[in-house]
Every structure is written in structure tokens, then in C-alpha cells.
Nanobody, 116 residues
Framework: QVQLVESGGGLVQAGGSLRLSCAAS????????MAWYRQAPGKEREFVAS???????NYADSVKGRFTISRDNAKNTVYLQMNSLKPEDTAIYYC??????????WGQGTQVTVSS
């Protein structure tokens, strides 16, 4: 049974920082991309950042320079360091691992709230 469990969300003031973690279990994920998405109230889920199995990373323009994604394959964990947080970063953050075109996994989400 594959599980992705996010943690680290919470309430923070604008300009503050949070570090999200996503612990994966059930199979090794070192050969797969891992990513973060977020969904704000009333909006569609959107891409935030990805860490490819090869080590390369990619970011949404809205978070470039403020967020850093990293992964620890030995721990089957992906992280999202979020600095200089803004109220518009308020959302539920989801961990995502695509295996192939038919199989992918989502975590349950962790709430991030940034107050102004």
C-alpha cells in the first residue's frame, strides 16, 4: 500500500518560513519524479515545484527564488522549504508522485496559511 504523508504546514506571518515534508512508503521512489502542488480556496490545483529522479528541479514562476524543493531518496522523502511567504501562498499543499500514465499518487494535503 503506497502512502504519501505530508507534514509541516501551519500558520505563519507574511515574510516567514515553513518547511513541508512528504514521506512516501510502500515502494521505493528514487526512480520517480516527486512534486508539490497546491490548491487555494476557489482555485484549481496548481504546480509548485518538482524534483526529478535525475536531480533536476523545476519551479512555478510564482515561487522561484523563494521556495526550494529537495529530496532524500534514502528516506523516501521530499521537502519544500518555503521562505518569504506571502498571503497568496495560502493553500493546501499536496505531494505528488507520478509513476506512469495510469498510476500516480497524491498525499492528503497539509494546510499552509500566511497571514498579512
Amino acid at each position: 500500500q503506497v502512502q504519501l504523508v505530508e507534514s509541516g504546514g501551519g500558520l505563519v506571518q507574511a515574510g516567514g518560513s515553513l518547511r513541508l515534508s512528504c514521506a512516501a512508503s510502500g515502494r521505493p521512489f528514487s526512480n520517480y519524479d516527486m512534486a508539490w502542488y497546491r490548491q487555494a480556496p476557489g482555485k484549481e490545483r496548481e504546480f509548485v515545484a518538482s524534483a526529478r529522479w535525475s536531480g533536476s528541479t523545476n519551479y512555478a514562476d510564482s515561487v522561484k527564488g523563494r521556495f526550494t524543493i529537495s529530496r532524500d531518496n534514502a528516506k523516501n522523502t521530499v521537502y519544500l522549504q518555503m521562505n518569504s511567504l506571502k498571503p497568496e501562498d495560502t493553500a493546501i499543499y499536496y505531494c505528488y508522485v507520478p509513476i506512469n500514465r495510469r498510476v500516480d499518487y497524491w498525499g492528503q494535503g497539509t494546510q499552509v496559511t500566511v497571514s498579512s
